[in-house]
T-cell receptor, first 116, second 114 residues
Framework: GAGVSQSPRYKVAKRGQDVALRCDPI?????LFWYQQALGQGPEFLTY????????KSGLPSDRFFAERPEGSVSTLKIQRTQQEDSAVYLC??????????????FGEGSWLTVV | AQSVTQLDSQVPVFEEAPVELRCNYS??????LFWYVQYPNQGLQLLLK??????LVKGINGFEAEFNKSQTSFHLRKPSVHISDTAEYFC????????????FGGGTRVLVKP
């Protein structure tokens, strides 16, 4: 596609519900990133994939958060048993193989999650 | 561990006036520095980046930034702003050994007034 596509754009979940957020990176981009942006704050790194390999998941805040990219293209961020503190915008980004230094990273518009 | 501080949370500025957004970082190793812009309800867009070489970096939309290693700063400037520059601006850093992890500052909201 022309850009990074994320769905759903907006999600309201009841506390305790599981949610799944989808990211379609730019075609051919091997690097994929997930960030969490709380209201009024800067994005915080969650995890990084190169193709289907999850090379860094140090930013995932708890074991309720899980990300996958089984075929090296589309990625899904899953949050189990959502809590109110999970309310945030979840940003997906992709780039070529050289990552943030050799390539430009393109961000999607984000998935806005509100947990009530 | 790396961290980024954006000293101003909001900067009001009149159209055609200059603007400077301040960014300081802390890191014990070599770093790579970035500025991103986020327009309302849109994703982040790269304005410019410093990887090595000249400390004065020019980016898109007339923005430039200067890397100052001794002051651990990477301030963003534009000599004359437009209404369309109203947005949130984020400074970010990546340490040499941190791979592809970006650490962002808290953001500076620029409001350009006519």
């Amino acid at each position: 596609g022309a850009g990074v596509s994320q769905s759903p754009r907006y999600k309201v979940a009841k506390r305790g519900q599981d949610v799944a957020l989808r990211c379609d990176p730019i075609s051919g981009h091997v690097s994929l990133f997930w960030y969490q942006q709380a209201l009024g704050q800067g994005p915080e790194f969650l995890t990084y994939f190169q193709n289907e390999a999850q090379l860094d998941k140090s930013g995932l805040p708890s074991d309720r958060f899980f990300a996958e990219r089984p075929e090296g293209s589309v990625s899904t961020l899953k949050i189990q048993r959502t809590q109110q503190e999970d309310s945030a915008v979840y940003l997906c980004a992709s780039s070529g193989p050289q990552g943030i230094r050799g390539n430009t990273i393109y961000f999607g518009e984000g998935s806005w999650l509100t947990v009530v | 561990a790396q961290s980024v501080t954006q000293l101003d949370s909001q900067v009001p500025v009149f159209e055609e006036a200059p603007v400077e957004l301040r960014c300081n970082y802390s890191s014990s190793v070599s770093v790579y520095l970035f500025w991103y812009v986020q327009y309302p309800n849109q994703g982040l867009q790269l304005l410019l980046k410093y990887l090595s070489g000249s400390t004065l970096v020019k980016g898109i939309n007339g923005f430039e930034a200067e890397f100052n290693k001794s002051q651990t700063s990477f301030h963003l400037r534009k000599p004359s702003v437009h209404i369309s520059d109203t947005a949130e601006y984020f400074c970010a850093v990546s340490e040499g050994a941190a791979g592809n992890k970006l650490t962002f500052g808290g953001g500076t909201r620029v409001l350009v007034k006519p």
